[in-house]
Antibody, heavy 116, light 107 residues
Framework: QVQLVQSGAEVKKPGASVKVSCKASGYTFTSYGISWVRQAPGQGLEWMGWISAYNGNTNYAQKLQGRVTMTTDTSTSTAYMELRSLRSDDTAVYYC?????????WGQGTLVTVSS | SYELTQPPSVSVSPGQTARITCSGDALPKKYAYWYQQKSGQAPVLVIYEDSKRPSGIPERFSGSSSGTMATLTISGAQVEDEADYYCYSTDSSGKEVFGGGTKLTVL
């Protein structure tokens, strides 16, 4: 069965970086893209960007351009999302989701807390 | 930047029909998708390509789209349908966007 398993919770200081992983199983990794979606406490869903697991092409949300980098490792079927220059308003649950026109499978979410 | 607009909340009694709307300028040319999110859980796709229902989603969930508005309809809403619902689509440049979400209360 399709599974996306994300890395564990992180606590970071303002200005630091965080890298969240998303290990896929149960399907051909390179046949789908991976999108990253975050949700601040009590807020709605925010699409952060997408990466093709086939060729590494990316498409980032405009507001995160320059701070976010998405990569994949096809040898381990793992996607990564790195967010730099963290601020308090980056505190959120970060989800990866399998993306082929829409998100049909989601990871369990990774809580990233940014606090001094 | 592109926006999808949803009502913040919708409330119905059990057995009634709930309708949640989503408006966006690109919807005449782009599909709408709907996600259900229950407290503390990851979202679940309930409608894709405006009106298609994934396997395992109850028949009471349906979707439609006309002009700049997409609608999620829950016919005979159940208490277990109480959740936040998000529409999702893309703009003309391929940027993906969620609506602000609608809290559905069934009581």
């Amino acid at each position: 069965q399709v599974q996306l398993v994300q890395s564990g919770a992180e606590v970071k200081k303002p200005g630091a970086s965080v890298k969240v992983s998303c290990k896929a199983s149960g399907y051909t990794f390179t046949s789908y893209g991976i999108s990253w979606v975050r949700q601040a406490p009590g807020q709605g869903l925010e699409w952060m960007g997408w990466i093709s697991a086939y060729n590494g092409n990316t498409n980032y949300a405009q507001k995160l351009q320059g701070r976010v980098t998405m990569t994949t490792d096809t040898s381990t079927s793992t996607a990564y999302m790195e967010l730099r220059s963290l601020r308090s308003d980056d505190t959120a649950v970060y989800y990866c989701a399998r993306d082929k026109e829409y998100f049909d499978y989601w990871g369990q979410g990774t809580l990233v807390t940014v606090s001094s | 930047s592109y926006e999808l607009t949803q009502p913040p909340s919708v409330s119905v009694s059990p057995g009634q029909t709930a309708r949640i709307t989503c408006s966006g300028d690109a919807l005449p040319k782009k599909y709408a998708y709907w996600y259900q999110q229950k407290s503390g859980q990851a979202p679940v796709l309930v409608i894709y390509e405006d009106s298609k229902r994934p396997s395992g989603i109850p028949e009471r969930f349906s979707g439609s789209s006309s002009g700049t508005m997409a609608t999620l309809t829950i016919s005979g809403a159940q208490v277990e349908d109480e959740a936040d619902y998000y529409c999702y689509s893309t703009d003309s440049s391929g940027k993906e966007v969620f609506g602000g979400g609608t809290k559905l209360t069934v009581l």
